[in-house]
């Protein structure tokens, strides 16, 4: 899929700009503060109806103007859709698809599918567990609507077991009553786990193959599940009812669950040694885009469709090679970079920005 054209009125420092853009790679080149951020979000406002960098709506809307459209023509396998969404001041949104609002957000999802990619994803590997589940949990929703229903349910029922664990006087009280919960969280535990574990199972190879490519062949990164993990959900969930019980005491002197799919991570290792103790930067940083730049193929299986890709600033964190490599894998689907500075002006349609307005040279 890709956008064919992009028309922004009153969003951010926008007037009014019409743009378009070819189907393969987009090179937006600007000063610091001149826009291309806010053209990327206007982009990923369209995929999944809310703003990458905040939760207000209003704000994208130009501060001296009281409403905002973004509107673009999305060009699929299956024809050409029109995706468009109104913002106003007193804080309703509209979003159209082919001139027809659509009832629920949810319609639009998988309409246009974009991988949005900035600097801070560099850090992916490095950071706190937290953001690698947030990688697996983003991903695998995006898929399966199911899990994204486990997921909450999951929350639900451990923020209950959390209560009790602070609520019980004594042990004594809690053993009576925390094996109904146990059992329920262990439940919906073992389905998030299985369905993790397929995932990473799925994206393993192809990002050992980015990896390789990105690291010309001299290192073999492995990731995998790192939690509770077995053949199937009955194997999971016995181990995780066990678990549950064995730090039974543990919990109630902590007051939280301390263990589950809340805790767990991915392990990720490099030649067999574990890439977050022993990496350097740069390998770590290479890890990392090669986890991102693995959910295209993974978006492309699924859908059919390659998704677009927007590459947000994240040139001037990387090596000269890496770099090379990097637009080398953004000339083969449609692709938006954003940088200060290009290297590469025979690569793809370059656009200047300066202070909302966009050009193409
Ligand atoms: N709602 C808004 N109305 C007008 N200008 C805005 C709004 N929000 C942000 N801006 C301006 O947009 C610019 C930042 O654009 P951005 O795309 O983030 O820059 P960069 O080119 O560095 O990526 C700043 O000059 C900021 O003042
Ligand atoms: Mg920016």
Redesign the pocket.
């Known amino acids: 899929m890709y956008v064919e054209e992009l028309e922004l009125i009153n969003f951010?420092?926008y007037e009014h700009q019409k743009i378009n853009f070819n189907n393969k790679l987009n090179v937006i080149v600007?000063k610091?503060?001149?826009?291309?951020?806010?053209l990327i979000e206007a982009i990923f406002l369209l995929a999944i109806g809310r703003s990458p960098r905040t939760t207000k709506d209003k704000?994208?809307?130009?501060?001296d103007k009281d409403r905002a459209i973004v509107k673009m023509k999305l060009v699929k396998n299956s024809g050409s859709k029109t995706l468009e969404i109104r913002l106003n001041k007193t804080g309703t949104k509209t979003i159209l698809i082919n001139g027809l609002p659509i009832r629920r957000i949810s319609e639009l999802i998988s309409v246009l599918n974009v991988i949005y990619f900035f600097p801070e994803d560099l850090k992916l590997i490095k950071e706190a567990p937290q953001d690698r589940r947030r990688f697996m949990d983003v991903d695998i929703s995006q898929a399966s609507r199911n899990y994204f229903f486990l997921l909450q349910t999951y929350e639900k029922v451990l923020m209950q077991r959390n209560k009790l664990l602070k609520n019980s006087s004594t042990m004594e009280v809690l053993k009576q009553t925390v094996g109904i919960w146990n059992e329920q969280l262990a439940d919906v535990a073992s389905k998030i786990i299985i369905s993790r574990i397929k995932f990473l199972n799925k994206l393993a190879p192809i990002v050992q193959k980015c990896h390789a490519y990105l690291s010309d062949d001299n290192e073999k990164l492995d990731i995998s599940y790192q939690g509770v993990v077995g053949k199937n959900t009955e194997e999971i969930k016995n181990i995780l009812i066990e678990k549950l019980q064995q730090n039974l005491q543990k919990d109630f002197e902590l007051g939280y669950t301390s263990v589950g799919p809340h805790r767990d991570d991915i392990k990720i290792t490099l030649n067999g040694v574990d890439i977050r103790s022993f990496g350097s930067q740069g390998q770590q940083r290479t890890a990392s885009l090669s986890l991102k730049l693995a959910e295209i193929q993974i978006f492309e299986e699924e859908t059919k469709e390659k998704p677009i890709l927007l590459l947000d600033d994240v040139l001037s964190e990387l090596d000269p090679d890496r770099q090379r490599k990097l637009i080398n894998i953004a000339t083969k689907q449609q692709s938006f970079l954003?940088c200060t500075d290009y290297p590469f002006d025979t690569v793809g349609d370059i656009y200047n920005?300066k202070d909302g307005n966009c050009i193409k040279s």
């Open positions: 951010r420092n600007g610091n503060a001149q826009g291309k951020t806010n704000e994208m809307i130009n501060w954003t920005i």
